[in-house]
């Protein structure tokens, strides 16, 4: 499986921005897309993951803001980004994986076996 990650950039505090994941080759056995960010001098942190059934979960400091989706037609995940703020500041990585269910397991980064190259988003003040 191939991830890549696009959509970052430089975007003003309160203002949105869009990320896309797409993925490719094995896709059929993905089980959980997720989206993690890592700000300079900070540990990798989950943001968001939704299942092959649909179902999302969403770290509680980004509910309200951040909305993960997918097109299963485009082996795609999306994540809207709104009210963003300077704290928002990091890379921002999409992870897969083929075994992975229950929530425990879904927002912990080293349960994902694939990773995109991640892709910066910049929130000025």
């Known amino acids: 499986v191939q991830l890549q990650a696009f959509g970052g950039g430089l975007v003003q505090a309160g203002g949105s921005l869009r990320l896309s994941c797409a993925a490719s080759g094995r896709t059929l056995s993905i089980t959980v897309m997720g989206w993690f960010r890592q700000a300079p001098g900070k540990e990798r942190e989950f943001v968001a993951a939704i299942k092959r059934s649909g179902i999302t979960y969403s770290a509680d400091s980004m509910k309200g803001r951040f909305t993960i989706s997918r097109d299963n037609a485009k082996n795609t995940v999306y994540l809207q980004m709104t009210s963003l703020n300077p704290e928002d500041t990091a890379v921002y990585y999409c992870?897969?994986?083929?075994?992975?269910?229950?929530?425990?397991?879904?927002?912990?980064?080293?349960?994902?076996?694939?990773w995109g190259q991640g892709t910066l988003v910049t929130v000025s003040s």
């Open positions: 992870a897969a994986d083929e075994t992975l269910s229950i929530y425990s397991d879904v927002v912990e980064s080293a349960n994902y076996h694939y």
